[in-house]
């Protein structure tokens, strides 16, 4: 195996929690409120539901082929041709993720924090990490996520603590205003852009050390994750209003300045940044990995970590020129990208799960028979 670190299953839940909450926290409440309007947590709770079903597909995908990559599993199912060329479709989607993402991170730091500071200033500093966290492996990236997620719970509980005085119950009246199809537009979002792009795991429950617990480690994850989401996306509507968040890019980070308790703790915006931080660099780490990892398999390399550099300098040069500005990346983001990810988080899945049970029932048939 080109991998031999391992994580442990409480790794795992750690791990599924911070990519689900990854990007999401910040830009997610702006994206379902538009559709949903002051009806956007139910949209969350709809789309919580069908992340978890979404999950626990994967999770038997990862039983119907143990110690299997879902690079692996596409050339055993398909072949070497048609395999090669799946697989290759999917590790642009791995590639599309981490550079959107890195995108994400550029154009946050340089509007909000770090006003003129090009965009690639900020990228390399941030993907030299990523390479190094890449070449220690993923047991190093599982236990650093230990050490991130009791910061980001605190920040989390602190900042949503400090907000409640400005809370209006009546924001999110009246419920079911305009029926459900708005809710349920809002759901399909935030289950696409939140819980389908857990589908990099199938990258790595293979090293997972605890394969009997893999179910429940992530769904507890993506359970975990759902919850932040839903707080958060319910705190933006109740402190700002159903407008105000779809008008604002980033509406968590900007209800972070809105705290002001006894006049001296106030203008804490930098814990959301942080928290935001901390999750998305697990985010793209991952897709980072899974892309490297995976093309590594594709070329039978002895090594993944020799892909690590290069890719990482193509992640650095793709992602200001993906999108000219950020206004393009979000129509992209809202009118595109709900069919790319649900292609590769629940069709090809399905796919090859469906084949992986067609052939264990037809093996047993034929066993069966003889």
Known sequence: MLEKGKISARQLTILVMLLTIGDSILIIPSSTTEYARQNAWISTLIGMVAGLLAVYMYSKFAKSYPNLTLIQVIQKAFGKWIGTIISLTFLIYFLMVSVGSMREIGDFVTS????????????????????????????????????????????????????????????????????????????????????????????????????????????????LGGIVIFITLTVSILVLGPDLTTRDIYPSYNIARRISVGGFFERVEAMIALQWMLTLFIKVTLYFYAFVLGLSQLLKLKDYRVLSLPTGMILVALAPIIAPNFTYYNAIFDNYWVYYVITFGIFVPFVLLSMGIFRRALSKDLTSRN
Not at 195 to 215: A, S
């Open 112 to 223: 909000e924090m770090l006003p003129g500071t090009p965009i690639p200033a900020t990228l390399i500093l941030f993907i030299l990490i990523m390479i190094m966290a890449i070449r220690l492996g993923i047991e190093v990236i599982g236990r650093a996520s230990e050490l991130f997620i009791p910061m980001f719970i605190v920040l989390f509980l602190i900042q949503t603590i400090a907000i409640i005085p400005q809370m209006e119950i009546v924001r999110i009246l009246p419920v079911l205003e305009d029926g459900i199809k708005p809710v349920l537009r809002g759901a399909i979002s935030i289950t696409t852009y939140t819980f389908l792009e857990t589908v990099v795991f199938l990258m790595i429950l293979p090293y997972v050390n605890q394969q009997k617990m893999i179910t429940k480690s992530f769904l507890l994850g993506t359970l």
